[in-house]
């Protein structure tokens, strides 16, 4: 689960614990719709070990890696095209 606090595009992506993708894609999603606190974004794949990426448009900072991480857990986006995080968070 994903909680979105951003006024930019950003991109999020899952991989496998070989390096191969297994949800999310490659497209800018638009993240100015996520302005409250509830606003969650749901993605599902089969139980296995993962690593989520996060990727902010426009932004000179690298991507952001989290994990591994082999159970359901939630993540959270925030901050501006220049200073913006990528958190861990209790769902």
Do not use: L
Request: aromatic share 20%; proline share 3%.
């Amino acid at each position: 689960m994903f909680s979105i606090f951003f006024s930019n595009d950003s991109t999020f992506w899952f991989n496998d614990s070989n390096g191969h993708r297994i949800a999310g894609n490659k497209k800018y999603i638009d993240c100015t719709d996520y302005s409250h606190p509830d606003d969650y974004e749901f993605i599902y794949f089969p139980n296995q070990t993962y690593t989520v990426h996060a990727k902010v448009e426009g932004s000179f900072k690298r991507q952001k890696i989290r994990g591994p991480f082999n159970e359901n857990t939630c993540f959270s986006i925030h901050g501006t095209v220049d200073k913006w995080g990528f958190d861990q968070n209790s769902c």
